[in-house]
């Protein structure tokens, strides 16, 4: 059973996970093994994960029961096999329709060293039946299908009173910690409200009590406004490099309308994202082609109703640097390429 | 001339330094240009760093005048070529003998995006006049007088008024970021306190609050009596797996006797930390040879006086996993070593 320690230093939290050393690793492995004839996430090779959680078919639907040939289905969620948080039990939730009362259990005096079992879940997301490594090589109808099931997952998953948030992420080359190639993502759901939420949340908070406005719609305003950073916008979407960019090219992706929760966007909204989250990961694509990156969900935690002072949005890392002893030390980044220059090179 | 951005979501600052993309990296260039001729911190290329701000000669004393042959020195001081941090003015710094009040220089009422100037200095300690590339190559007297140089310069930065902090920390191997092999260790002064010493002193200050002992001599006195996550102990010194690690193998180094900053470390208690830092860090090694690791010190800022609360200490972080998109995504981490695992094998 993984369990979650926290440094009582740092008050940082961190998961052990013992099983997740037997991963299997494809980059590591010789070139020739690495064609789709063995990936666990390709079609025909539905057996080599476990059974899944969900799975939509090419009408769209979400097709619940087992299906009986590759043809059914293009998207899949099934449960990570090497899995960071593991317990929440996933045939109890059906009885839970509405979120109960969680429970509260006082313990002994706060000790030096805390720690907890690291119940919730880990699910992976394959979004298309074919070897593809890149979410820009995505059919439409795979792309909306995969923001679905994020949709989809989350709106489950909230329902479960021992889980506080969920994660969907995304890990693209070995640089950023890829150990399949084949094009998926992740959805990990924390009994604990992560730290960078905290941190977000807190800020955005102070934001809206000092200003009366969501920090976020302020940014979009001045960055529309701006146009120096800004990399591409759609009917619903603007992309841009943030002011204090981490890395270069690193990039957000948020609704033009204020919506605090991911789970609350509509089937337009989700198509406008599904046509163009994948043009904005492509301007990277053709400045470094097979790019490493990692992207990952920022929405407001389960256990709260719209917020005025929160956005949701989605941040892409690109993995050019290594973090080095500096960043570990101090938490500050150094970054080589001004978000400004990033985002007129991503621009043209 | 490099800045420093502050993100308005996460405060987190970014400092961008874009000279530094223009490093050179011996590890990309092909094996055989690797060798110590064409090494800049090796014996005999002096010329190909600038000017040095310190040397340390084989009688253990400082030269600060113009060595004449590389048999004059065996640990040397150089600005960083590619600095993130410049404009510290070396030259102005022997008129400010004493700390005086910092000016303040109050600006335009908040806005969106907080920026400034990226003062400060970094430095690089060459540890060994010969290309050896882990600190467990030096001899006891080089070894001693990179701890030396270390307090040395700490001592000096202290007294820079724009300065608040000055990370000490070592880059080991690409993986860990390092882009020459030759043993070398950076010194980073920075004119904000980093965030994670912020967070550090902050959760120590309430700690010593609320038990009136420091948090480190609560958490040694912890690690002696339980032993589980021991690494080894030297006359001063303690080495342990920290509780939540967030890295496999991760080892904190302390001194037993509270000192909240390094640089009041007598002569005796480095001599000790200079045999036990390398015997720490063998350990290491001799599991994974060559492996890839950052360690820094981190210590208390420049505009304290000694402090009941804060001790100084030095944390190695080996780099045998890469950060994926959960860890940037939560600030959560996931080790799949326990401590307790970790340490009985480091000490077997």
Redesign the interface.
């Known amino acids: 059973m993984p369990e979650?320690?926290?440094?009582?230093?740092?008050?940082?939290?961190?998961?052990?996970?013992?099983?997740?050393?037997r991963r299997p690793n494809e980059y590591r492995l010789a070139r020739h093994h690495r064609h789709a004839s063995q990936c666990p996430f390709c079609a025909g090779h539905e057996a080599d994960t476990p059974p899944p959680i969900a799975q939509y078919g090419r009408d769209g639907r979400q097709a619940l029961g087992p299906v009986q040939t590759h043809e059914d289905w293009l998207v899949r969620v099934v449960p990570n096999k090497f899995p960071?948080l593991v317990g929440h039990d996933h045939a109890a939730d059906d009885a839970e329709r509405t979120r109960p009362v969680p429970p509260c259990h006082p313990g002994r005096p706060r000790d030096?060293?805390q720690q907890r079992p690291a119940i919730g879940s880990h699910e992976v997301v394959v979004e298309s039946p074919r070897h593809v490594a890149s979410l820009t090589e995505l059919s439409h109808d795979e792309a909306m299908l995969t923001l679905r099931a994020y949709r989809d997952r989350l709106r489950h998953l909230r329902q479960v009173h021992t889980l506080r948030y969920a994660?969907v992420?995304?890990?693209v080359g070995?640089?950023?910690?890829?150990s399949l190639e084949h094009a998926h993502s992740?959805i990990?759901a924390?009994p604990i409200l992560?730290?960078?939420?905290q941190?977000?949340l807190s800020?955005?908070e102070t934001?809206y009590a000092m200003h009366g406005e969501c920090?976020?719609c302020?940014?979009l305003e001045?960055e529309l406004a701006e146009e120096r950073r800004l990399v591409a916008t759609s009917a619903d979407g603007i992309a841009f490099c943030?002011?204090?960019?981490?890395t270069p090219y690193e990039t957000w992706v948020l609704p033009r309308q204020h919506a605090s929760h991911f789970e609350d966007q509509s089937l337009e909204q989700l198509a406008d994202l599904a046509r163009f989250l994948p043009q904005v990961l492509e301007r990277l694509e053709r400045l470094h082609p097979r790019l490493a990156y990692?992207?990952?969900?920022?929405t407001a935690p389960f256990d709260t109703l719209p917020l005025h002072h929160y956005h949701w949005h989605i941040?892409i890392?690109p993995r050019l640097t290594?973090?080095?002893?500096?960043?570990?030390?101090?938490?500050?980044?150094?970054?080589?390429?001004?978000p400004e220059n990033a985002a007129r090179t991503l621009r043209d």
């Open positions: 979650i320690r926290q440094d009582p230093l740092s008050s940082r939290w961190v998961i052990f996970a013992e099983d997740r050393e960071a030096l060293y994660l992420f995304k890990n070995p640089a950023a910690g890829a992740q990990a924390t992560p730290v960078e939420l941190r977000e800020a955005a934001s920090l976020f302020r940014m001045q943030p002011f204090a960019s981490r990692n992207f990952f969900l920022h941040e890392i290594t973090a080095a002893g500096f960043e570990w030390g101090t938490g500050l980044f150094i970054n080589p390429v001004l």
